[in-house]
Nanobody, 126 residues
Framework: VQLQASGGGSVQAGGSLRLSCAAS????????VGWFRQAPGKEREFVAG????????AYTESVKGRFSISGHNDRIAAYLQMNSLQSEDTAVYYC????????????????????WGRGTQVTVSS
């Protein structure tokens, strides 16, 4: 499976971006989709995810109420709508697929995701 994340860019604090994760095959029912990010000098961290069923959504605490994930739309594995962006959100964002996740669950562990796309840079200036 090939993934391609896009939609990154440079915005001022308080702005919005929408990231897209295109997949080479349909993901509904087969893969959970996760968005991760990695800032310079930091470990890659889970940001948001959607289950195989599409019914379970999960977010890391710092983005709750600001970010929204949706997914399993034809060849778009997931979107990540990011509002009220803060400088702390600056990172390279990656989308990934997990086949080991349960039907209605989302894993936050990078080791559960076997397929990764190239990242897209998000830079938020204050």
């Amino acid at each position: 499976v090939q993934l391609q994340a896009s939609g990154g860019g440079s915005v001022q604090a308080g702005g919005s971006l929408r990231l897209s994760c295109a997949a080479s095959e349909r993901t509904f029912g087969t893969y959970a989709v996760g968005w991760f990010r990695q800032a310079p000098g930091k470990e890659r961290e889970f940001v948001a995810g959607i289950s195989k069923s599409g019914r379970k959504l999960a977010y890391t605490e710092s983005v709750k109420g600001r970010f929204s994930i949706s997914g399993h739309n034809d060849r778009i594995a997931a979107y990540l709508q990011m509002n009220s962006l803060q400088s702390e959100d600056t990172a390279v964002y990656y989308c990934a697929l997990s086949s080991v996740s349960r039907w209605d669950s989302v894993s936050s562990r990078t080791s559960d995701y076997a397929y990764w796309g190239r990242g897209t840079q998000v830079t938020v200036s204050s």
